[in-house]
Every structure is written in C-alpha cells, then in structure tokens.
C-alpha cells in the first residue's frame, strides 16, 4: 500500500500563489505517474495536471502558464505551484499517484480563493 499526505492548502486572494506538496510513503518501488486532480463543490473531478517518471508534463488548459508541477523522485514527493490564482480554482485539491497500475489517492487539500 502507499499512503499519500498532501499539504499547503489555504485561503489566499485572487492573485496571490499557493505550493502544494503530497508526500508518498509505504510500499513505495516503481511509481510512474504523479498526478493533481480538483474537485469543486457540485462540480466533478478534474485533472489539474500530471507528471510522468520520465517525459513532460501534461496540464488543464484551465491552469495553463498559471500552475506548474514538478517531483522529487529522492523523496517521493510531487509538487504543484499555484500563481495567478483564481476564485475559480477553489476546490480540494487531490494528489493521485500511479504505481504498478494502481492507483492511490491523497485525502486532499482544500483552496479557497477570495474574490
């Protein structure tokens, strides 16, 4: 099993940036893909934007030249830097990892941008 722990969430101004962190730790060999997803309220869940072990990575057109992702494979830790932030980014912020076809997900995080 992997066990994820996201943190950094927040409430910040519209404008202002946020850094997400989700620590993986558990049984912990392969993992290929690490990934953020959001879920606003009455809204489904979306991707935010996705890393692979090797390669680019992939992002909503929604955050696009706002969010950037980034990994640190040492420690098992996936990143999301969050700049120009929107009300409309409000959401729980979900990290999701990949490992030998299974999936997990974190507990999530929530942001909240004030208008």
């Known amino acids: 099993q992997v066990q994820l722990v996201e943190s950094g969430g927040g409430l910040v101004q519209a404008g202002g940036s946020l850094r997400l962190s989700c620590a993986a730790s558990?049984?912990?060999?392969?993992?290929?893909?690490m990934a953020w997803y959001r879920q606003a309220p009455g809204k489904q869940r979306e991707l935010v934007a996705n890393i692979p072990s090797w390669g680019i990575p992939n992002y909503a057109d929604s955050v696009k030249g706002r969010f950037t992702i980034s990994r640190d494979n040492a420690k098992n830790t996936v990143f999301l830097r969050m700049n120009s932030l929107k009300p409309e980014d409000t959401a729980v912020y979900l990290c999701?990892?990949?490992?030998?076809?299974?999936?997990?997900w974190g507990q999530g995080t929530q942001v909240t941008v004030s208008s």
């Open positions: 999701q990892v990949i490992q030998a076809s299974r999936v997990y």
């Open positions: 558990g049984s912990i060999f392969n993992i290929n893909t």
